[in-house]
Nanobody, 132 residues
């Protein structure tokens, strides 16, 4: 069982920044594939950013160049630095973990987990509100 606890959400004006954190349990955190998802009111949940155990990353197009995902394996913590926030970024943000990511068997150069699949553990979410 992996427990995830997000923090760092809040209210900012458009153009502002926030840094989300996710504390994860488990002795093998460094092997986990981790990701941030978000769900805005009335919309489906979407993947925002993911990072595998080797530090390879993937971002949804709408946040590229503005958001940065990172991890501190010594502290079992995942981060999402969000800059130049827009009203459309407003959502509940969730941390997710895949503790047993599939290996790269076909030469992708990264774990297949970066395709937003197989995340089975979820945090409770942290709200991000962006006002225009």
């Amino acid at each position: 069982q992996v427990q995830l606890v997000e923090s760092g959400g809040g209210s900012v004006q458009a153009g502002g920044s926030l840094r989300l954190s996710c504390a994860a349990s488990g002795d093998s955190y460094s092997n986990y594939c981790m990701a941030w998802f978000r769900q805005a009111a009335g919309k489906e949940r979407e993947g925002v950013a993911a990072i595998d155990s080797d530090g390879n990353t993937n971002y949804t197009d709408s946040v590229k160049g503005r958001f940065t995902i990172s991890r501190d394996n010594a502290k079992n913590t995942l981060f999402l630095q969000m800059n130049s926030l827009k009203p459309e970024d407003m959502a509940m943000y969730y941390c997710a973990a895949d503790p047993f990511p599939l290996p790269d068997l076909i030469g992708l150069g990264h774990s297949p987990c970066l395709a937003w699949n197989d995340f089975v553990y979820w945090g409770q979410g942290t709200q991000v509100t962006v006002s225009s």
